[in-house]
T-cell receptor
Framework: NAGVMQNPRHLVRRRGQEARLRCSPMKGHSHVYWYRQLPEEGLKFMVYLQKENIIDESGMPKERFSAEFPKEGPSILRIQQVVRGDSAAYFC???????????????FGDGTRLSIL | GDSVTQMEGPVTLSEEAFLTINCTYTATGYPSLFWYVQYPGEGLQLLLKATKADDKGSNKGFEATYRKETTSFHLEKGSVQVSDSAVYFCALTSTDSWGKLQFGAGTQVVVTP
């Protein structure tokens, strides 16, 4: 009974490199969400995706960050040309169909801790 | 915009004490409200939820009641255990952005034997 699976658990990159974070949702879940947790802060929403569609990307930085959830395979959060300020824990969550007035609980993975040297 | 405000931590208390974590919110429409718990090194786990006014969510001895008149969703537990030590997050999804969880800053709870 696998929950939300994220990998890697820890990722170290040097400034200027690319970071690629993967998330496999719970079985039966078609909605994926990415959140970022900076040190000593709460979680901030980044992006909400369904298969092959971005539903809400209002929390994504305008540059260097992108996300996808292809028809086959995990969701990917990609950060290009990483900087020190990108160091954070990145959490993925998934849910079943959710709609206005009927928000389904989001189930979280254990996160990827990204460290930028 | 929508926001969630929680009491600051850390909250330190002895085993079997009563726990209250205050949470208030600002949102348009009728948000759904949630409490999540995060243990060290792990992701968030849903603790309880309420989707309309006067609903009471409960789980593992924790309770919270959706109070629309005071825009609050305070978390309570009558007798805490050392294993309840964690960070607790209050969160909402609003009717115009139902896919987005808006979190409070989190409250760290430390329970001592």
């Amino acid at each position: 009974n696998a929950g939300v699976m994220q990998n890697p658990r820890h990722l170290v990159r040097r400034r200027g490199q690319e970071a690629r974070l993967r998330c496999s949702p719970m079985k039966g879940h078609s909605h994926v969400y990415w959140y970022r947790q900076l040190p000593e802060e709460g979680l901030k929403f980044m992006v909400y995706l369904q298969k092959e569609n971005i539903i809400d990307e209002s929390g994504m930085p305008k540059e260097r960050f992108s996300a996808e959830f292809p028809k086959e395979g995990p969701s990917i959060l990609r950060i290009q040309q990483v900087v020190r300020g990108d160091s954070a824990a990145y959490f993925c969550a998934s849910s079943t169909l959710t709609r206005q007035g009927d928000a389904q609980p989001q189930h979280f993975g254990d996160g990827t801790r990204l460290s930028i040297l | 915009g929508d926001s969630v405000t929680q009491m600051e931590g850390p909250v330190t208390l002895s085993e079997e004490a009563f726990l209250t974590i205050n949470c208030t919110y600002t949102a348009t429409g009728y948000p759904s409200l949630f409490w999540y718990v995060q243990y060290p090194g792990e992701g968030l786990q849903l603790l309880l939820k309420a989707t309309k006014a006067d609903d009471k969510g409960s789980n593992k001895g924790f309770e919270a009641t959706y109070r629309k008149e005071t825009t609050s969703f305070h978390l309570e537990k009558g007798s805490v255990q050392v294993s309840d030590s964690a960070v607790y997050f209050c969160a909402l999804t609003s009717t115009d952005s139902w896919g987005k969880l808006q979190f409070g800053a989190g409250t760290q709870v430390v329970v001592t034997p």
